[in-house]
Nanobody, 119 residues
Framework: QVQLEESGGGLVQAGGSARLSCIAS????????VAWFRQAPGKEREFVAF????????YYSDSAKGRFTISRDNAENTVYLQMNSLKPEDTAVYSC????????????WGRGTQVTVSS
């Protein structure tokens, strides 16, 4: 089992930045991919970015590309999401999720952290 805990959310002005952290515990050595998702009120959950645990391959949604950067610290079992040039439409609950090695699906999810971008 893997436990995920997000932090770093809060209230940010448009154009500002925020850095989210996702700390993994438990079977963290079995992680293959860690991703960030977000869900705004009344909307479906949306993929933001992922990073692989071994070779650091990353991928971004079109809305995140060029503004957000995903990175990870294997020693600390932590994945970060650096968000720059934030817009009001980035307001959402941001959650991280993990795919374990050999699994086709996301196995574990965090509770999420709220990011609110004011205009």
């Amino acid at each position: 089992q893997v436990q995920l805990e997000e932090s770093g959310g809060g209230l940010v002005q448009a154009g500002g930045s925020a850095r989210l952290s996702c700390i993994a515990s438990g079977r963290a050595d079995s992680m293959q991919t860690v991703a960030w998702f977000r869900q705004a009120p009344g909307k479906e959950r949306e993929f933001v970015a992922f990073i692989t645990w071994t070779d650091r391959t990353s991928y971004y949604s079109d809305s995140a590309k060029g503004r957000f950067t995903i990175s990870r610290d294997n020693a600390e079992n932590t994945v970060y999401l650096q968000m720059n040039s934030l817009k009001p439409e980035d307001t959402a609950v941001y959650s991280c999720a993990v795919i374990l090695r050999g699994s086709p699906n996301y196995n574990y999810w965090g509770r999420g952290t709220q990011v609110t971008v004011s205009s």
